[in-house]
Structures are given as C-alpha cells and as structure tokens.
C-alpha cells in the first residue's frame, strides 16, 4: 500500500517557480516510475513528467520541456518538480502517482 502526499503548490505570478514535492509514507519503492500529472478545469488529465525509480531516467511533456525538473531523493521516498518559467497555461491542480495510487493533489496557479 502507498500513501502519496503532495505538497508546494501555491499561486505565482507569471515567469515564477514553484516546487512540488511528492512523499510516498507506504510501502517502499525499489521500482517502476513515478509520475507528476495535471488536470485544469475543463481538460483532461495530462502527463507532465514522470521519473525511474531505479536508474533515475526522465520524460516531460513536450509543453514544460526545459522549464520543469523532475528529481528524486529515494532515500527520503519523495519526487520533487520544479517548475520555472511559469505561465498561465500552467494553472491546474497538480498529482503524483505511481501505478494505481494517486495522491490527492496540489493547486498550481499562475497570474499574468
């Protein structure tokens, strides 16, 4: 069992940065990948970037590419992203997840 915790959204303004931070209080993971997804209001969910649990390996999404930065300390069990660069586009509520856990999400949101 997982027990995913976000945490660091807030509001900024645009061209700020925020980081997230994603705890996982369960069982200990030596594997798989976690992921950082978003969802604004009237889209859908969508992958932002996602990291390996072993071997440290990235994917981000082509729209935060070069501006966000998913890092990992396992000996803490927590996922970070930074997130520079911010733009409205950015706006939406904020979730980890690892297979079929997800945590209960963090509000981004970006002001012109």
């Known amino acids: 069992q997982l027990q995913l915790v976000e945490s660091g959204g807030g509001s900024v303004q645009s061209g700020g940065s925020l980081r997230l931070s994603c705890t996982n209080s369960?069982?200990?993971?030596?594997?798989?990948?976690m992921n950082w997804y978003r969802q604004a209001p009237g889209k859908e969910r969508e992958l932002v970037a996602r990291i390996s649990i072993p071997d440290g390996s990235t994917y981000y999404a082509e729209s935060v590419k070069d501006r966000f930065t998913i890092s990992r300390d396992n000996a803490k069990d927590t996922v970070y992203l930074q997130m520079n660069s911010l733009t409205p586009e950015d706006t939406a509520l904020y979730y980890c997840n690892v297979l079929t856990w997800w945590g209960q999400g963090t509000q981004v949101t970006v002001s012109s």
């Open positions: 369960g069982l200990r993971l030596n594997s798989g990948r």
